[in-house]
């Protein structure tokens, strides 16, 4: 049985006192315990940005890579060894504005990993500018007269592109974050887990109180069903005075990548022999 | 008896052309010629004009002429378009009345191509095989050449399709025999033997699946599409798994993902894919992830001449990338040393832990060949992960260990008991995020200095030809190998002497200074204007040309360009 102590890695955690990232990573934690996989077959892929950080502050294997690019290489990992667990931290920077192509198109694959994204609605990392899912007319040294954009909707976006798991979780509430994620990682698919997560240094409005006032458990009214797309699609664009958090929407009929390409019974690709590759059957196609 | 011939088959996109170039290619590689064949495409589906180009002769052939001595014009415009580019006894058939032509010329051949595919056929399809028939007939070879190879290539379409080919060709044969009597085009073959057919890009992706390539990723793009074709056509029997990415950052994002799983992985894209590639080979340097990238360069800036030629990515793919990190750039000139360069790419990426990078161009990529299979054997295949037995003892690596030879051991994760920590950012020897300046000193070092040393004992050697004695060296790299090797066989007598690099970085330099070292003259042949090649000389070798030899139409070199630049000296 994985103890939560097991998890630990020796690096230093270098985020503010009070960031809401802590409470994702012990959510992580929890939902790894309860998973109770070998740690050697998780992998934890990032991009930049505070979110990314997280990979190195457990013991799973991790690929820290480019901002915005942790999809690609997730899908990739997961595509080439079926037998991974594949779980990506990101931001709202990280996953819907550097990477956005690749957040659509890999809902389209329906890869089965779980895409936590810590979405604070403010880029950290550079202090303080808008991200795609800031406020309208939040103002920051940037958007000097209040951000004009309309805020993307991750969760819409993602039902629409066919996951079939997508939910909200609020980092404050780790223990039903990490309920969030433990049905996330078990879900045949892609699992889109947007978490509000307050930025303590740079958002001065959407704070621990402000989502705390608006905050509701959707799955705790027997009559939401979120296997109903219609009514999923309505609480996905719910935000303002009140904003449900849990799962928005659930499909386990959707077929994932893995079993659309027929790897699910296949060996891993490192696990081909390639030392003595014969062509020779293929060249009279050459003729 | 001529020595070679050259036969342009001209028409709108959408006319077939490239079937009945590929038809005629066939069969008279099958009869035991040497041939060298080109396409001439404009970025379009149907319409302008299109021309495929056929080089014939008993010798072997390595690159194209700039004159026809046959046209199968297969519309109006093609006429006036090919005249121009006609030797003195060439000839170009034509379908007069289809093309409402009351016009004559000595060099024209009046045939009603037409009309006879259309009574052998039944539909306008079948004026390729008319006009294969025709030249059958016109090159001096017995029926039966044509009609094998048109029941092989059209095998599985049936009999009756094989049978309206087949009279389509004869009604253009037996057209020929009673209306061209002339026997000045006929050729002297060899002794037929089996022969391939092969392109650059053909090369590469059968070079990638030898390797044991695994996964291959990529975005469409001219003129490299065709290598994803090829490996797509072959992924489920070798069990390599394709992915059509949505872009080319994710492509090359992807390539690293399989990578870091311990699998083979390749892409290939033309330079402005490439352009976006950049991060992700950075990334690959600093994550010291194994991949293989491929760049099939074609004119630009920008989107340029998207089905033409051009070698002016020469200075960016040797710098692409932000930061330093040891990178190899191989520069094939042939299919076969495309084939060979693609195996090594992959066992130096994964022996270095680093990207590898394959440039090619339109004109190496689309041009064919015929080659015999002994070229494309495969080596063993060698590899340098820790094994799965080793692994299992394995509980706390160091993705990032150092080492006197900048290499650290290469770990697949779940095969070892330990987890394994890959970062972009500057890391500890564990993987884990660091901003040490000492740490960073060594890791600077183990990526890019330690990692030259070793890849600087490993290059692929310039290949030299007649160079003693010779008064001029003609310097090149790439698809310029054919016409340089054809250019100093018909110069020998003037002492010209080729170097070709299928390797250009890390540059061999030691060995071009001793190569060029008697030499009185240096000339630089490069498809650019900046004249890439011979700045990378002098920055490496201190070497100055005397002169480069440049051509940046979106076409290739051909003999005849480079002979007349040459009388000039």
């Not at chain 2, 015999?372 to 706390?396: C, E, G, N, V």
């Not at chain 2, 003693?468 to 090149?476: E, R, S």
Request: glycine residues 8%.
């Amino acid at each position: 049985m994985l103890e939560i102590k097991d998890l630990k890695s020796n690096d230093e955690i270098t985020w503010c006192p009070g960031c809401g990232d802590f409470g994702i990573l012990n959510a992580l934690k929890k939902s790894l315990v309860k998973l109770d996989r070998p740690l050697n077959e998780i992998l934890l892929v990032s991009g930049i940005g505070q979110a990314a950080k997280l990979p190195h502050y457990l013991n799973c294997n991790c690929f820290n890579g480019l901002h915005g690019r942790a999809l690609p290489v997730a899908f990739a990992a997961k595509a080439a060894n079926c037998k991974l667990t594949v779980i990506v931290t990101t931001g709202d920077g990280d996953c819907y504005g550097e990477g956005g192509n690749h957040f659509l198109h890999n809902l389209r694959r329906n890869i089965d990993i779980t895409v936590v994204v810590h979405d604070n609605q403010i880029y950290g990392l550079t202090k303080g500018q808008a991200s795609p899912t800031t406020d309208l007319g939040y103002v920051t040294k940037v958007q000097t007269e209040g951000v004009v954009l309309e805020a993307f909707r991750p969760l819409e976006v993602a039902i629409c592109m066919g996951a079939g798991f997508v939910a909200r979780g609020f980092s404050a509430d780790s223990e039903h974050l990490s309920w969030l994620i433990t049905e996330g990682v078990k879900h045949k698919g892609f699992s889109l887990i947007d978490v509000l997560q307050p930025c303590v240094t740079f958002n001065k409005q959407n704070t621990y109180e402000w989502y705390s006032k608006r905050i509701y458990k959707i799955n705790d009214d027997p009559n939401y069903h979120p296997e109903d797309k219609d009514a999923a699609m309505k609480k996905a664009a719910e935000w303002g005075e009140r904003i449900p958090i849990g799962i928005i929407y659930r499909n386990e009929e959707k077929k994932s990548y893995e079993e659309k390409r027929g790897l699910l019974d296949k060996p891993a690709l490192v696990e081909e022999d390639i030392s003595q590759i014969d062509i020779k059957p293929i060249l009279k196609d050459f003729i | 008896m001529n020595s070679e011939i050259t036969i342009k088959i001209s028409g709108e996109a959408g006319q077939g052309i490239e079937t009945i170039g590929m038809v005629l290619s066939k069969m008279f590689k099958d009869a035991g010629f040497s041939i060298f064949a080109n396409q001439d495409y404009m970025s379009r589906v149907r319409g302008g004009n299109n021309f495929f180009q056929l080089r014939i002769s008993q010798k072997p052939l390595f690159t194209l002429r700039k004159n026809s001595d046959i046209v199968v014009a297969l519309d109006k415009a093609s006429v006036d378009l090919q005249r121009k580019n006609l030797n003195p006894k060439g000839i170009i058939i034509l379908d007069k009345k289809k093309f409402s032509l009351t016009e004559d010329d000595k060099s024209f051949f009046d045939l009603p191509l037409y009309e006879l595919a259309l009574k052998t056929g039944g539909s306008e399809i079948f004026l390729n095989s008319v006009a294969c028939g025709l030249l059958t007939r016109i090159l001096g070879l017995d029926f039966s050449h044509v009609e094998r190879v048109l029941r092989f290539i059209f095998a599985d379409k049936g009999e009756e399709i094989i049978k309206k080919n087949l009279d389509a060709a004869q009604a253009g044969y037996d057209h020929a025999r009673d209306n061209f009597k002339a026997d000045i085009f006929y050729l002297k073959a060899n002794r037929p033997e089996e022969k391939l057919l092969i392109n650059g890009n053909d090369a590469i992706a059968l070079g990638a699946i030898a390797a044991g390539c695994k996964f291959y990723c990529a975005y469409p793009m001219t003129p490299s599409t065709s290598i994803m074709n090829v490996v797509a056509h072959y992924a489920k029997k070798f069990n390599i798994l394709v992915e059509q990415a949505e872009d080319e950052i994710a492509a090359i994002n992807m390539i690293i993902g399989v990578s870091f799983t311990g699998a083979r992985a390749m892409t290939a894209t033309s330079g402005g894919g490439f352009c976006l590639m950049t991060e992700g080979l950075s990334l690959a340097g600093m994550t010291e992830t194994p991949i293989v990238v491929v760049d099939a360069q074609r004119p630009a800036p920008a989107t340029g001449f998207p089905t033409r030629t051009e070698q002016a990515d020469l200075n960016f793919v040797l710098h692409a990338g932000h930061g330093e990190f040891a990178r190899v750039v191989f520069t094939p000139g042939t299919a076969e040393e495309a084939f060979f360069l693609t195996t090594r790419a992959f066992d130096l990426a994964e022996k270095y832990q680093i990207p590898v990078l394959i440039m090619t161009d339109q004109h190496l990529a689309d041009s064919y060949r015929d080659i015999k299979s002994p070229a494309f054997k495969q080596l063993k295949t060698k590899r340098y992960i820790i094994s799965k037995d080793d692994s299992k003892s394995i509980t706390d690596y160091k993705r990032y260990k150092l080492t006197a030879s900048g290499i650290s051991p290469l770990a697949v994760p779940s095969w070892i008991n330990g987890v394994i920590y890959a970062d972009s950012d500057e890391h500890t020897e564990e993987g884990h995020i660091t901003e040490d300046a000492q740490v960073r000193v060594k890791m600077v070092e183990k990526r890019f200095y330690k990692k030259m040393k070793g890849l600087e004992k490993e290059i692929e050697p310039p290949k030299a030809f007649n160079l003693k004695g010779a008064d001029t060296v003609l310097l090149g790299f790439g698809s310029t190998y054919g016409v340089l090797k054809e250019a100093s066989e018909n110069f020998k007598e003037k002492r010209i002497g080729f170097i070709h690099l299928p390797q250009v970085w890390p540059f061999p330099a030691s060995t071009l200074k001793k190569l060029l070292k008697n030499a009185k003259k240096i000339y630089t042949l490069e498809n650019n204007a900046g004249a890439q090649l011979a700045n990378l000389l002098r920055r490496e070798t201190g070497i100055e040309v005397d002169k480069s030899i440049l051509k940046f139409d979106g076409r290739p070199f051909d003999l005849d360009f480079l002979s007349a630049q040459l009388k000039k000296r």
